[in-house]
């Protein structure tokens, strides 16, 4: 091989591993689990079809999605005695015996050109019963994500709670030495996997925030050396400026009906202020008025309202006002900070950054009760942002240096550490559910 | 699984990357970093040509406009603050001054937090300092279109690290001429 060949073997080489380093490049780990978690046997699934197996192993995917919830510990495969694939194989003494409480088995029957099914029956091996008969339909390309959504019907089968393992997170990446940082918005599936660079910058990238559909993100960004309002569109790529008003153009949320975002602007006088801005008619509505630090908006469930930080009163704390205007009314009152509220999935909780005794961190506010309760337990923890099913929020935390993500149950137990192998992650956004 | 199985299955991963996902947009790159010293019009003697950090002013270095030193070019703040200390007066004045008497050149502040607390927020406090100095260059005799204000939040932090001295240094406005 001559030497050109030889650099040209070096560089698709390079490119192999950046593709294979991308594909791990957030690695999570449980940090605490529930007490007892459910023991399951998810066994790997039968494979009919040309060629030596399917495109993934869609049992370890799901028993993967199962382990990271927390509330399932699934067996090692080596310890299986047996490994059926019909409900005529299954013997559940030999499962009981072995302590498993759930069986999945399954398999995976390939049809016309790239369609294949995903075939899968959930036991409760003490009664001996099935819960769940499925056939989950996929193309080649999506059949990793339809494996994860077979996680999502099994958990939701089990825990009576939708899963969100076929959801996305989007989150911003910093890297490089200081004097030339790359800023890259990514996006993931849930499990880390499969990430895609939405956009790459010299200049700092803010705030990611999914549609209500799941198909934009708005975020800001500096790359023409100012705040910038942009929306994208993630499967195409193309991207729209949403707002370049002089001053501050930042902090996007979508309404719920997707057709406008709530932002916060400064324009020519300097104070932000909350606006909300018609997407298609570009029309803006001034919300807030006066002195204050008026940003970070998030809409109540139905629209009718806009949560938003303000420091008014001195330090930041979280106001609400009607989103057609109108007056606005103090929501937070426990601790000298509360800021950059994001509304519980069931509408009755604030996420917010809260001081507690000096530390920023995560914490929820019960509307009705006016209750506040901290979550996490870092330093400078910032950015929540909650499951479409409201069980788990993720949020920006630091390990020695570095930023990570974490989630927390929403009841306080579960954790987990999301890590990228160098450099900073921050801005976690939890997509909405996936269309059926 | 064969070396062409991995291949292929290796190329079938990027081809689904390119086609099948969400697009990649990437920012033209030219704008450098702005935390750099920016050599101003017509002064350029003591202008510290170093970028960040070494504040070796040559001969007499003015207290304000563009051949002020870097230290001269950085107002700095208390946390959750964004009033202008007296102790800047002086330095202030001397920009504000400059401005007046050189009604073509710019300036560009440059609103900087510390890593605490929400992002968006911060950005605020960033604006309302940057605000804050641009109000007292414009009682000084600055007109309203030779500054411009831009807010950095946390995102440029001046030194990296998570305490109080690192905080204090990045909680600031930087005073950017030829903008």
């Not at chain 1, 046997?41 to 197996?53: C, D, K, L």
């Not at chain 1, 937070?332 to 604030?350: C, H, I, V, W």
């Not at chain 2, 510390?114 to 604006?127: A, M, P, T, V």
Request: charged share 20%; glycine share 10%; with cysteine.
């Amino acid at each position: 091989m001559n030497r050109l060949n030889w650099q040209r073997a070096a560089a698709v080489f390079a490119l192999l591993m950046f593709s294979a380093g991308l594909r791990a490049e957030l690695q999570i780990e449980i940090t605490a689990g529930v007490d007892k978690a459910v023991p399951i046997a998810v066994v790997p699934f039968g494979w009919s079809g040309t060629g030596a197996q399917p495109p993934q192993d869609a049992a370890a995917i799901v028993a993967a999605d199962l382990a990271r919830s927390g509330r399932f510990a699934p067996m090692d495969r080596k310890d299986m005695l047996q490994r059926p694939v019909t409900g005529a194989e299954v013997d559940f003494s030999d499962w009981k015996i072995q302590g498993s409480d759930i069986l999945v088995i399954g398999q995976v029957v390939q049809g016309a050109g790239d369609q294949f099914e995903i075939r899968f029956q959930v036991f409760d091996v003490l009664r001996g019963e099935q819960l769940l008969g499925y056939r989950q339909a996929t193309n080649a390309a999506d059949f990793r994500r339809n494996s994860h959504r077979v996680a999502d019907l099994i958990y939701e089968k089990l825990t009576g709670i939708r899963g969100v393992f076929s959801t996305r997170i989007a989150y911003v990446t910093v890297a490089g030495p200081a004097t030339k940082r790359i800023f890259r918005l990514i996006v993931t599936d849930a499990d880390g996997e499969n990430p895609h660079i939405m956009l790459e910058s010299a200049q700092p990238i803010m705030s990611p925030a999914w549609s209500p559909d799941g198909r934009r993100i708005a975020y800001v960004s500096f790359e023409n050396r100012r705040s910038e309002i942009y929306v994208q569109d993630l499967r195409s790529g193309a991207r729209k400026r949403a707002s370049a008003r002089p001053g501050v153009n930042g902090a996007p949320a979508w309404s719920p009906d997707g057709r406008k975002l709530a932002v916060s602007l400064s324009r020519q006088d300097g104070n932000l202020d909350i606006y909300t801005l018609d997407l298609d008619s570009q029309m803006l509505t001034r919300l807030t008025s006066g002195a204050a630090i008026d940003t970070e908006p998030a809409w109540s469930l139905d629209g009718q309202q806009i949560y938003y930080t303000s420091d008014s009163t001195g330090g930041p704390q979280v106001y609400r006002v009607p989103a057609l205007g109108g007056a606005s009314q103090r929501v937070t009152f426990e601790g000298s900070y509360n800021a950059r509220p994001r509304m519980s999935p069931d509408g009755k909780q604030l996420a917010v950054v809260h001081n507690d005794r000096g530390n920023y961190r995560i914490a929820l506010v019960d509307l009705a009760r006016s209750y506040t309760q901290v979550l996490s337990d870092g330093r400078l923890d910032e950015s929540p942002s909650f499951a479409p099913n409201g069980e788990t929020l993720i949020y920006a935390t630091r390990e020695g240096k570095r930023g990570v993500l974490a989630t927390v149950s929403a009841n306080g137990r579960i954790k987990q550490r999301l890590s990228t192998v160098e450099g900073d992650v921050r801005e976690p956004a939890w997509s909405p559910f996936p269309p059926n | 699984m064969t070396m062409m199985k991995s291949i292929a299955a290796l190329l079938t991963v990027m081809l689904l990357a390119a086609c099948a996902g969400p697009s990649k947009s990437t920012v033209d790159e030219n704008a450098a970093g702005s935390t750099g010293t920016q050599a101003g019009g017509a002064m350029s003697s003591g202008v510290n040509e170093g970028g960040m950090g070494q504040g070796a002013a040559m001969g007499g270095s003015a207290l304000g406009g563009p051949g002020a030193s870097q230290e001269n070019r950085i107002i700095y703040f208390d946390y959750d603050r964004f009033d202008v200390k007296s102790e800047y007066n002086p330095v202030l004045q001397a920009h504000g001054k400059y401005l007046s008497a050189n009604p073509t050149s710019r300036v560009r502040l440059e609103g900087h937090a510390d890593e605490r607390g929400s992002r968006e927020y911060n950005i605020g406090l960033g604006e309302k300092r940057a605000q804050a100095v641009r109000n007292v260059l414009l009682l000084q005799g600055a007109a309203s279109d030779q500054i411009n204000t831009v807010s950095f939040g946390e995102e440029r932090p001046a030194v990296t690290g998570d305490d109080e001295e690192a905080w204090s240094l990045n909680r600031r406005v930087e005073i950017v001429y030829g903008q």
